[in-house]
């Protein structure tokens, strides 16, 4: 059975081998397949935000492979919209709140995606939901996230709350934005079918 898991470094909870498979995920995802210009050493991808005790998502199979990830960081600290992509924000000033995190690095095994996109696969969609979850529990408002014009549409066709901070730039072999992911009741209703408890008030 697939497990979809909070994991950090810092609590212990990342354990080696999710790591290593993790970061050989995110070669094969940022390095070979979009060609971005990232740290790859022995076939594994990481950098200097790696380093900031991030929290993990990652969805692993029955036999512990990693199969999805994505990396949570709070927008107070060092983190690649700011530090890497501020092009991204066309002039606009980073975010930094401690309502708001950044989502990046996410990635899925190519055998995992689906012939359309993301269109066989659940993996994703588990996978934010447990970022929703997450921030539902830790005060996040919202989350900004550097990502590619392909993974901004999969976010639209959910239903998801997204709004774009600018235009798209090609970097590597593919247009990659900016945009936000609003923790509120359409992100709910689009990922679980429910409204929270204020928003149930509210309709009564």
Known sequence: MRQIMLAQH??????????????????????????????SDNGMEHDEFDEANPVYVLAK??????????????????NMLK???????????????????????????????GSSGF????????MIQAAVRFAQKNGIERYVSVTSVAVERMFRKLGLSITRLGAPIKIG???T????????????FALFGTLPEHALRLAA
């Open 61 to 78: 199979s029955e036999e512990n492979e990693v199969q999805g990830c994505w990396r949570l960081l709070p927008t107070t600290g060092p």
């Open 10 to 39: 810092g609590d212990g909870s990342l354990d080696h081998q999710a790591a290593l498979g993790m970061y050989r995920l995110r070669h094969e995802v940022f390095h070979d397949r979009l060609g971005w210009d990232v740290n």
């Open 177 to 188: 934005v900016a945009c936000t992911l609003e923790i509120d009741e359409i992100t709910e």
């Open 173 to 175: 072999k593919v247009l």
């Open 119 to 126: 269109g066989l696969s659940n993996i994703p969609i588990q």
């Open 83 to 113: 530090d890497t992509f501020p092009q991204l924000l066309h002039g606009q000033p980073a975010p930094q709140q401690t309502a708001v995190w950044e989502l990046s690095r996410f990635a899925i095994s190519s055998d995992k995606l």
